[in-house]
């Protein structure tokens, strides 16, 4: 169970990795010159070995042939045939070996009896490094060539039957004197790189020696290997070059746009971010740039509809306080008369009263907001919800004696909606409030809750019904606007501050619903709420 959780986890991660435009991007660009340096190692390492190989096969061929010459020149007798130590040191050094290579002969006991090298006229003149130690740039290159020697090992051409094996000369001897070739490479007496063949010398099909021929032009051959390598290595460093380049271009500059922008913004400088041409890419970056301005565009929305609240918030309180005042000042010329001093006690009271419960609501309304951010949602079974808040108005009867009804029509369908209970209360208590203050004395108001669809989205529609005078057909999207307090003569004076059905709205845009207002056909004022379901 755990080893499938883990598969499914790392297909789940494999899948986000390579849908990312970026992610495809960094690896692309971090392979492309590993990538060219491997093909360069394995063309090149294909071409060592052929060549080997070739070199091999020429060297057979010219062992073959000289060996038979000396087999011919320095072996007789009869029917036990020996080669002549004296024959066969003028045979070898009759050969006009190239100064690469180098021939030996050896008697069938293994006793070296001719070496070209000694026998011929040329004399080799090689000025010897001076001794010293490795340096730590040698050591740590010849570690990092092993290591990728190993890590490259599986790409190798693989050894058919003309690869020449690595043989010592005694493996090799032991080969020849009993009459077959043997070839191999190693390192000779000076440390030198060889490709080296041995050859049976024969007379009358009687082995009397071995002939070795060697060639030792591998380190030349390698060198120019090595520089065969260097475009390789010069097109890795292109490559990687480029693609630097071009991560650059594609992801280290936007990135740096969207800082520059961001810190105009911080300064004053602009209110708008100019990230056109970065939105529009269709990668992490552009995602990131749309969210940004997006985010800015909320941001100054959010500040610009601050700065209107506040005016309308010192406009809102003005009007009372107006009031207040010219009722005192009225008060200080009428002393002597009772009534007229009664009066303006309740137009005082009455403008504290409105006072406060504007202090109050204003108070709600800048809390919704950090409570937006500062709540977490979490699954509510609706029609609970709802009957709760219902059977707290079942004791306020006796205010203007309206009552609260409410009706579960979903029938018990559990319908459950994702929200924050307190703000999701205020909605319906602003509502029922709302409601109850248009309605006559001793109506009812009911609650409704519905089984709605908006498409293949299902949402809970709740439902508040008023028998009260209705709402002007003009006003039906107005009232929601703050500080809206257009009522009917008659109404309670200071009960309402115009932000009730204001902050309903509010409360039900961040929850992903809608309201609306509309007139019931019968008389009366209709709300409806309606949300996604979950």
Avoid: C
């Amino acid at each position: 169970m755990a080893a499938a959780r883990n598969r499914r986890s790392f297909r789940a991660w494999g899948g986000r990795l390579l849908g990312s435009r970026i992610a495809r991007l960094i690896f692309a660009s971090n392979l492309a010159g590993l990538i060219v340096l491997i093909i360069g190692a394995m063309v090149l390492n294909e071409m060592r070995a052929s060549f080997v190989v070739s070199k091999k096969q020429d060297l057979v061929g010219q062992a073959q042939v000289l060996a038979d010459l000396i087999g011919e020149e320095a072996a007789y007798g009869e029917p036990q045939p020996i080669l002549d130590d004296t024959l066969a040191k003028d045979a070898i050094a009759s050969l006009s070996l190239p100064q690469t290579m180098r021939g030996k002969i050896y008697s069938t006991d293994g006793v070296l009896v001719g070496d070209s090298y000694f026998l011929s006229d040329r004399v080799i003149v090689e000025n010897l490094p001076p001794l010293q130690d490795p340096d730590r740039l040698t050591v740590w290159s010849k570690g990092l060539s092993e290591w990728a020697v190993s890590l490259l090992g599986s790409f190798r051409p693989s050894e058919g039957e003309d690869a020449v094996r690595t043989l010592t000369f005694e493996e090799e001897f032991a080969e020849a004197i009993i009459g077959n070739e043997a070839a191999s490479q190693r390192f000779n007496d000076r440390g030198q790189r060889i490709i080296s063949v041995s050859l049976p010398i024969q007379h009358v099909s009687a082995v009397v020696g071995v002939f070795t021929l060697e060639s030792n032009d591998i380190d030349a051959i390698i060198r120019a290997e090595r520089a065969a390598l260097v475009p390789f290595i010069a097109v890795a460093i292109l490559v990687a070059l480029i693609t630097s380049g071009l991560l650059t271009i594609g992801i280290a500059n936007p990135l740096r746009k969207l800082a520059s922008e961001a810190d105009k913004i911080r300064g004053g400088s602009s209110n708008k971010l100019n990230l056109e041409r970065i939105s529009k890419r269709h990668d992490e970056i552009g995602h990131l740039a749309q969210s940004v301005e997006a985010m800015t565009e909320a941001l100054f929305e959010r500040i610009t509809a601050n700065e209107a609240f506040a005016a309308d918030v010192a406009h809102e309180l003005k009007n009372p306080l107006t009031s207040i005042r010219s009722a005192v000042e009225t008060a200080e010329m009428v002393q002597d008369d009772p009534v007229a001093l009664e009066k303006l006690r309740k137009v005082i009271a009455q403008d504290v009263q409105r006072l406060d419960r504007l202090i109050t609501d204003i108070s709600n309304a800048s809390r919704l907001e950090a409570e937006y951010t500062r709540i977490p949602t979490e699954r509510l079974d609706i029609s609970r919800f709802v009957r709760d808040i219902i059977r707290t108005y079942e004791g306020l009867e006796h205010q203007r004696n309206v009552k609260v009804t409410f009706k579960d029509a979903t029938m018990d369908a559990g319908l459950t909606v994702r929200g924050r209970e307190g703000p999701l209360g205020q909605v319906l208590r602003n509502l029922i409030d709302n409601a109850r203050s248009f309605s006559p004395e001793g109506d009812t108001v009911s609650v409704t809750l519905e089984q709605g669809r908006q498409g293949p989205q299902t949402t809970a529609r709740i439902v508040v019904d008023d028998n009260g005078p209705g709402i002007p057909a003009d006003k039906l999207e107005k009232i929601f606007e703050r500080f809206y307090t257009d009522r009917p003569a008659g109404s309670a004076f200071g009960n309402n501050s115009g932000l009730g059905l204001s902050i309903v709205a509010q409360i039900v845009a961040s929850h992903k619903g809608t309201v609306i207002a509309e007139n019931r056909a019968e008389g009366g004022a209709r709300f409806i709420v309606e949300m996604p379901a979950t």
